[in-house]
């Protein structure tokens, strides 16, 4: 067993996964971004609902949150490279998690603060400061081909190469910048290296806003589902390091 939680199951076989998950449409997602997606991704071996079967990818996670990356700096801009041509890559068809509508995700960010503080999870002052800093990326944005869920351990090397992208069930259009945000949760100190595979100009306060949204959001899911966002390096460290 990989991962399992109350929407999906991950299970390994040799070289094989097995992706459990009920919800049909987050298959046929992710099915779909990985044969449209310009980047390597697993190869689909063969899917009968509710199970998709694929094949691992070579190499080794980029890193792990809440652990040090041992990646090298050439790693992580070869990382920033692929994002950049997922995202040159003509827009899939559905919009995806980078791709909410700006009313929409303030009014999640709004409720799930307001639950952080009033359940006692994290200090009022903390949340209050991150949704200050989450306000820079509800802005317009154009939207581009987005991984949507590219946390760390999504993305394999081998050496300086990237050898494949997985999880592919939130991608759809969205904002370039929040794959970026995810991508360096917790390892901020690798965005330079990104960045400059990337190879454009980003503001980096979008960047840092994106990754108090994602964490404020993620912080009660984490929770419920019987993982721990207050573990070193977690997404508690990277909205304590708002402050």
């Not at 090298?72 to 919009?95: E, M, N, V």
């Not at 917790?186 to 840092?208: F, K, M």
């Amino acid at each position: 067993m990989v991962v399992a939680h109350s929407e999906r199951a991950t299970l390994r076989v040799g070289d094989v996964f097995l992706k459990v998950d009920a919800d049909q449409a987050r298959i046929d997602v992710e099915v779909e971004a990985m044969a449209l997606a310009p980047v390597p991704t697993p190869k689909v071996l063969w899917h009968k609902p509710p199970v998709l079967a694929i094949a691992a990818v070579p190499g080794t996670a980029l890193g792990r949150l809440g652990e040090p990356s041992t990646a090298s700096p050439a790693a992580w801009a070869a990382a920033g490279a692929a994002i950049r041509r997922l995202h040159d890559a003509p827009l899939p068809p559905r919009s995806g998690q980078a791709g909410r509508g700006l009313d929409e995700l303030a009014a999640d960010l709004d409720g799930e603060c307001e639950w952080l503080v009033t359940n006692g999870v994290l200090p009022a002052d903390l949340v209050t400061r991150n949704r200050q800093v989450a306000e820079a990326a509800l802005r317009p944005w154009t939207p581009v081909f987005t991984h949507g869920d590219l946390q760390i351990d999504h993305v394999f090397v081998d050496g300086d190469g990237i050898t494949g992208i997985i999880d592919w069930s939130e991608a759809g259009q969205g904002d370039a910048l929040y794959d970026l945000a995810t991508v360096t949760l917790g390892h901020e100190e690798h965005l330079g290296d990104v960045v400059a595979g990337y190879g454009t100009d980003v503001d980096l306060d979008v960047i840092r806003a994106w990754g108090s949204v994602r964490s404020l959001l993620n912080v009660r899911w984490l929770v419920e589902h019987g993982f721990d966002p207050f573990a070193p390096g977690c997404e508690v460290d990277v909205l304590r390091s708002r402050l």
